[in-house]
């Protein structure tokens, strides 16, 4: 399995807090995605990142932030959290040159968020 | 919206093959084909990826058509363990994964 480790793996929080959940991963690769899973949603993309604090909007990044510091730590923030944010979220590996590439991606094993 | 389409669900018998279809006709000529699995609350599992020729490997076979408008995973000897949730996918704009509703297999003893 890729090294790919996230944090906190379980949270409970309340409304306007803010929320930071990291992504760390021993593989060196370049590319790391932030995903969330809700019913009836599948996995959406939150943002990715191409490198070292190279990072851009996905579908569903409205409310959300990330930093990309170094090669093996993505961070994700919810800087007031809001109950709609309640989801597992999932973090993602992959090598490659760019989202053209036909690399896979590796999933950690998520992150469950439970805003109150 | 999800580039592919599967059935929801299928049952298998286990020791035996489990084929599972995917439709992409949209699919265009230099996009590739993967495969996950999902197993209940775990993140998603990599089987298997192609773009136009059969591939295999140690978990399961892709049998890619020749127009590229559908395919088949094989599991060839499914097991218990294999009763997951399985999605066909082709990446989107931004090399994001787009997750359907998937096939859910149960492999039934």
Known sequence: ?116 | DAKTTQPPSMDCAEGRAANLPCNHSTISGNEYVYWYRQIHSQGPQYIIHGLKNNETNEMASLIITEDRKSSTLILPHATLRDTAVYYCIVRGSQGNLIFGKGTKLSVKP
């Open chain 1, 1 to 116: 399995d890729a090294g790919i480790t996230q944090s906190p793996r379980h949270k409970v929080t309340e409304t306007g807090t803010p929320v930071t959940l990291r992504c760390h991963q021993t593989e060196n690769h370049r590319y790391m995605y932030w995903y969330r899973q809700d019913p009836g949603h599948g996995l959406r993309l939150i943002h990715y990142s191409y490198g070292v604090k190279d990072t851009d909007k996905g579908e569903v990044s409205d409310g959300y932030s990330v930093s990309r510091s170094k090669t093996e730590d993505f961070l994700l923030t919810l800087e007031s959290a809001t109950s709609s944010q309640t989801s597992v979220y999932f973090c993602a590996i992959s090598e490659g040159r760019g989202p053209e590439s036909n690399q896979p991606q590796h999933f950690g094993d998520g992150t469950r968020l439970s805003i109150l």
